[in-house]
Structures are given as structure tokens and as C-alpha cells.
């Protein structure tokens, strides 16, 4: 079974940077688009950013200017660059990735990591 692992999470304040990471901990034969989504409470889960083939990248608008996203292909991980954080990023991070696992392919997602911006 694939798992994709996160880290990075914690405790900044407003202005502050955190950078999470997210790696697949299974033997793959192929990455497609990786992302990140977030959830606050009470809160749907909303897109944050994904990156595609050929380092693609796409924000939603909130974030734009101030996260980035890149891979590792080394790692076969995703990594997401947080600056200047507001506390309305607050939130749990999830990774997400499309996973060619066992000769299929797959979306999976990771546990989350809680990001919490706050003075």
C-alpha cells in the first residue's frame, strides 16, 4: 500500500515561513500531478496548489506570491514553500498524489500536518 508521508508542520506567526514535505514511502512506477490541499475547522477541504509534469505549477489565489511548490524527483517527494503566513492560513495540510502503484494508477493522500499561524 502506498503512504505518502508529510512533515513540516507547527506553530509561526503572522510573517512567518514554514516549509512542508511529502513523501511516497512505497516502491512506485510513476508520479503524475502532486498538491497540497488544506482544511480548516469547520471548514471543506480546499486546493492549495499542484504541480504537474514538465514543473507545472498552479495556486489558488489566495496563496499566489507567497507559496511555492516543487518537486524532488530523487525523493519522489513535493515540497510546499510557505512565506509570509496570515492566520487564515491556518489549517491542516494534506498531500495528495497520483501514484502508478502495482500497475495501476491511483490518488492518495497523507495524514496531514497542522500549519497554525498565530502571535
Known amino acids: 500500500q502506498a503512504q505518502l508521508q508529510e512533515s513540516g508542520g507547527g506553530l509561526v506567526q503572522p510573517g512567518g515561513s514554514l516549509k512542508l514535505d511529502c513523501q511516497a514511502s512505497?516502491?512506485?512506477?510513476?508520479?503524475?500531478?502532486m498538491g497540497w490541499y488544506r482544511q480548516a475547522p469547520g471548514q471543506q477541504r480546499e486546493w492549495v496548489a499542484t504541480?504537474?509534469?514538465?514543473?507545472?505549477?498552479n495556486y489558488t489565489e489566495s496563496v499566489k506570491g507567497r507559496f511555492i511548490i516543487a518537486r524532488e524527483y530523487n525523493r519522489h517527494a513535493v515540497n510546499l514553500q510557505m512565506n509570509n503566513l496570515k492566520p487564515e492560513d491556518t489549517a491542516t495540510y494534506y498531500c495528495?498524489?497520483?501514484?502508478?502503484?502495482?500497475?495501476?494508477?491511483?490518488?492518495?493522500w497523507g495524514q496531514g500536518t497542522q500549519v497554525t499561524v498565530s502571535s
Open positions: 512505497v516502491r512506485i512506477f510513476g508520479i503524475g500531478t
Open positions: 495528495n498524489a497520483d501514484l502508478l502503484v502495482g500497475g495501476s494508477w491511483s490518488s492518495y
Open positions: 504541480i504537474k509534469a514538465g514543473n507545472i505549477a
